[in-house]
């Protein structure tokens, strides 16, 4: 699609040892059964493991991918089954930069439920003020049992000023794109945020930046570390093995 964009290769390990320039934390949320946890996968790596922090009741995955040459780490968080409640707490929104809003074409039910999923992250995210939304009309590979037609996909995006994409996590179709287009919003916004606090050029008085300069520089870039949960992330993280996603077991 982009061809500023990489995603192969999987996960870190294609950019192992490679600087990190953004990292950034995304959530999937909607119905239950509308297929996040395989559109998940799908995009990370379809054989790999996800790992659960038991103590919150939520899955992540991590993958890293390049966009415009930088190396952005995404921290893919995923409700671990509570979505069945139709209601998710605050916690999940912790830090939270980007979150990708599922229905299912052939679910009406599903669709309708948009408006109470947008509603909840408004809630917790100060009205969005910070978040980057986008909403995905996954199994559109079913196209016999399609009861939500494009238009309205778009037509709901459109009021909630989100983007949209409909979606298939069984055969890939916009999987990758959609992870990309947040993404990119997202670190065009943070690459902003830089430009604006950059070093004060000495003819303007800056001594090489130190001025307003280099301590802001390292204020965002302990803001970035801190936006991931790196520390009670991986190392507590149970790995937790998920079978059957998209490959045919129904739930
Ligand atoms: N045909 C089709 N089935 C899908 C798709 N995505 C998920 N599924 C199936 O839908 C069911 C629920 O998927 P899952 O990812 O567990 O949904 P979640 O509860 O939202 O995480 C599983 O049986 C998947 O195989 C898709 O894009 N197309
Ligand atoms: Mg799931």
Known sequence: MNSNVNTQGGGLSKFKGLAVDYKISLIMIGD?????????????DENSNISHIPTIGIDF??????IDGKNVKLQIWDTAG??????????YFRDVQGVIVAYDCTSEES????????????????????????????KSDLVDRKVIETEQGQALAKEFGMDFFETSARTGLNVQETF???????????????????????SLGGANGQIGGAAQQQQIHNNRESIMLTGNGHNQAKKEKKGGCCGGSKK
């Open 32 to 44: 239950s059964s509308v297929g996040k946890t395989c559109f998940l996968l799908k995009f990370a």
């Open 61 to 66: 995955k991590i993958k890293t991918i390049q």
């Open 180 to 202: 990309i287009s947040i993404t990119k919003k997202i670190k065009d916004k943070l690459a902003l945020k830089e430009a604006a606090v950059a070093p004060i050029p000495q």
């Open 111 to 138: 669709f309708n439920n948009v408006r109470n999923w947008v509603r909840q992250v408004e809630a917790h995210t100060n009205g969005r003020e910070n978040v980057e939304a986008v909403l995905i009309g996954n």
């Open 82 to 91: 509570q979505e069945r409640y139709r209601t998710i707490t605050q916690t």
